[in-house]
């Protein structure tokens, strides 16, 4: 079945450092991958996406990387900063499942000082 | 403009009740979306509208739970004989429509507690 694993379920770096979240999928056909932060209580917040027919985006300090043979992508934050404080999601878009997303059980990422 | 807004934020209520979840989309959002997220998990989807008529159900866990658009804007999700298990937080979610890569757009959720 449709099936995204995330790991790690937590990750703590210093600020500055980089952070990499991975994400693996089970259906070979997905085509898109957004990633969303969501603060403590809040909602969840669209950070980055990638389509199938793409291997990497970069926007500023966030990027993502897709390997559609290994059927995994992750998701890369350089020079954190406690801002970037949060739990990311990652997400796939199964082929025939119209718009909808199936999530990986999140990544509790902490920035400290 | 205004993003999407759900009510009420919290709801308490007792095992057996039913109980109805409110979901306002950005305006002019075709397809909507219902999440249901427990405690250290992800979404996990429930249910896909697009205009008024529900595209994808396949999510609903069983026959007690139930969603409307009637107009094709406002949704509502209706929970039956609510169970403990049913406590989460219910999360709706609008895109301009359900083509191509369009964003889905949260709304901050309903936190439900079944007693």
């Known amino acids: 079945g449709e099936n995204v694993e995330q790991h790690p379920s937590t990750l703590s770096v210093q600020e500055g450092d980089s952070a990499v979240i991975k994400c693996t999928y089970s259906?070979?056909?997905?085509?898109?991958f957004p990633w969303y932060k969501q603060e403590l209580g809040k909602r969840p917040q669209l950070i980055i996406d990638?389509?199938?027919?793409?291997g990497e985006k970069k926007d500023q300090r966030i990027a993502v990387t897709l390997n559609k043979t290994a059927k995994h992508f992750s998701l890369h934050i350089t020079e954190t900063q406690p801002e970037d404080s949060a739990v990311y999601f990652c997400?796939?878009?199964?082929?025939?499942?119209?718009?909808?997303?199936?999530f990986g059980t999140g990544t509790r990422l902490q920035v400290t000082l | 403009g205004a993003g999407v807004s759900q009510t009420p934020s919290n709801k308490v209520t007792e095992k057996g009740k039913y109980v109805e979840l409110r979901c306002d989309p950005i305006?002019?959002?075709?397809?909507l979306y219902w999440y249901r997220q427990s405690l250290g998990q992800g979404p996990e989807f429930l249910i896909y509208?697009?205009?008024?008529?529900?595209?994808?159900d396949s999510g609903l866990p069983n026959d007690r739970f139930f969603a409307v658009r009637p107009e094709g804007s406002v949704s509502t999700l209706k929970i039956q004989r609510t169970e403990r298990g049913d406590s989460a937080v219910y999360l709706c979610?609008?895109?301009?429509?359900?083509?191509?890569?369009?964003?889905?757009?949260f709304g901050p959720g309903t936190r439900l507690t079944v007693l």
């Open positions: 509208f697009q205009g008024t008529g529900a595209a994808d």
């Open positions: 305006s002019g959002h075709t397809a």
């Open positions: 990638i389509r199938s027919n793409v």
């Open positions: 259906d070979s056909a997905s085509n898109y």
């Open positions: 997400a796939a878009r199964f082929t025939g499942t119209a718009s909808k997303l199936t």
């Open positions: 979610a609008s895109s301009l429509t359900h083509a191509g890569y369009n964003e889905q757009f």
